[in-house]
Nanobody, 122 residues
Framework: QVQLVESGGGLVQAGESLRLACVAS????????MAWYRQPPGKQREMVAS???????AYADSVKGRFTISRDNANYTVYLQMSTLKPEDTGVYYC????????????????WGQGTQVTVSS
């Protein structure tokens, strides 16, 4: 199994910045894709940014130029640097990874964190 723990959420004003972090632990053999999703109040969960094992990144149009995803492979950590935050960025942010465990190396499984709240006031 793989456990994910997010941190860094909070309450900020529009225009400010936050940095989220997500640390994976457990019986990890390899982590493939790492991503951040968010769920705004009353809306469905949506992908914010992703980074694959080769470092290729992808972003939702709404955050391009403002958010940066990065990963630290040695420490099984993924970050989301959020700048110029807007009230519409408010939501619960979830970390997600696809990983192979030591016991099941032939299959990549999706894992999710518990989420961290980000609130941006106007």
């Amino acid at each position: 199994q793989v456990q994910l723990v997010e941190s860094g959420g909070g309450l900020v004003q529009a225009g400010e910045s936050l940095r989220l972090a997500c640390v994976a632990s457990g019986s990890i053999f390899k982590i493939n894709d790492m991503a951040w999703y968010r769920q705004p109040p009353g809306k469905q969960r949506e992908m914010v940014a992703s980074v694959d094992s080769g470092g290729t990144t992808a972003y939702a149009d709404s955050v391009k130029g403002r958010f940066t995803i990065s990963r630290d492979n040695a420490n099984y950590t993924v970050y989301l640097q959020m700048s110029t935050l807007k009230p519409e960025d408010t939501g619960v942010y979830y970390c997600a990874v696809t990983a192979q465990t030591i016991r099941v190396r032939w299959r990549s499984t999706n894992y999710w964190g518990q989420g961290t709240q980000v609130t941006v006031s106007s």
